[in-house]
């Protein structure tokens, strides 16, 4: 009986399947080819060398922070290709593609890919439940010979273990960071406003620049926080679980300065890409660039007036002028954020970092000068302002940094 890598029958994982076919023509997603995103199209010749792989259909770029193979077609996420560099994007194509040997290559990567599909209905979810539990040592030795194709992809030896790691990670994190971005309401308008300075609305905004302004934001602000559970990483990678749960391998979200270069990402492209990302919706594309301050003026006063009415409760009273305001936020602001969320004051609080005060400040000076006619240089930089008359312009996290007291200057 023909068995598969893990003993699964042959069979039996055509059966599993449910006679479902991979999709049979290329995705509409941008190409990559020697013609198309040729330094790219280099890096995943590189790691079909190192995967021991037949190469697929053809190539694509996608708009979400993954690597997926499907149906023999290949689709790299544009955020991790910035967010890593050639080598670690290397490393990681390298272990998307590598297969145990099989004399069916094209089930064990169909068995691997539906597992990771999501079930639509009760009747998908049981048999979907079923090909999960009948492919997990399929999964275990796949994963092993990933895990060590990787190893090799990084070059070999002690010192490609921790790079192999340190690339897996990059990814994950990127790909949490991404998905994290792309779910906030300034970028799709699914999600509850953010502490970022972002679109408090429930309206799906369907941003054709989405990875244009994740570049700005991950270039001028750092990526928003996500959750990753090193924990579930390393269960998914046995053969880099030790490397993966050091502290001293770091994940950073960053636009990587040893990234692969692309060719131009004109409009039409980026907006097929943002297309893959958002949710399906008859409203118009708009720019995210282009939204004027009502889109994030009332958010801006929401937060501003928190900040003014928590100091009312530390003082017990409304502050004299506004310097009493601001000598309150920059002298005590352990007190001030622990009345704005509601808590008690703390006997014996921690003396925060130095900068905390200042970053209190300066979300209630944007609040004044925004009144005053300034604007945000881009709706996804908070506190980057512009004068009306577009003749100057204010970085109050920069103030923040490194001249505190000038934001006082700014609230009259």
Known sequence: MARLPGGLPVWRGRRLLGGAEPPSSPPTLPAVDAAHHAALHSVVLDALKFADAAPPHSVHLGGAATVRTDGGFLVIGLPLVWGLSGDELRVLLAHELALPPSRHPDLVRNLLNARRHTARSEKA???????????????????????????????????AV??????????????????????????SGTAPTLDTGSLPTTAIVRAEDLHAAWQLRLARWGAPAARLSREDLAARHPGLAEELLTPSIVSLVTLDPDAVPLDELGPATLRTLAAEVLPDSADPWVRLADLPVESYLPDVERRARQYVEAVTEVLGRTPDDRDELAGTLLRRPVDVERARRGLPPEADAETPPPWMGAALLAVVVEY??????WRREHPLLPRCLVAPDSASSIDLNELVRSDPGALVTHLG
Not at 368 to 373: D, M, P, S, W
């Open 162 to 187: 921790e790079d192999a790691a340190r690339a897996l990670l990059k990814a994950a994190a990127t790909e949490a960071g991404f998905a994290a971005f792309a779910a906030a309401p300034l970028a």
């Open 368 to 373: 004044a000068l925004l009144r005053k006619g």
């Open 125 to 159: 979810a049981a048999r979907h439940a079923r090909l999960v539990g009948a492919t997990g040592e399929l999964l275990a030795e796949a994963e092993q010979v990933r895990d060590a194709t990787a190893i090799t992809a990084a070059g070999g030896g002690l010192s």
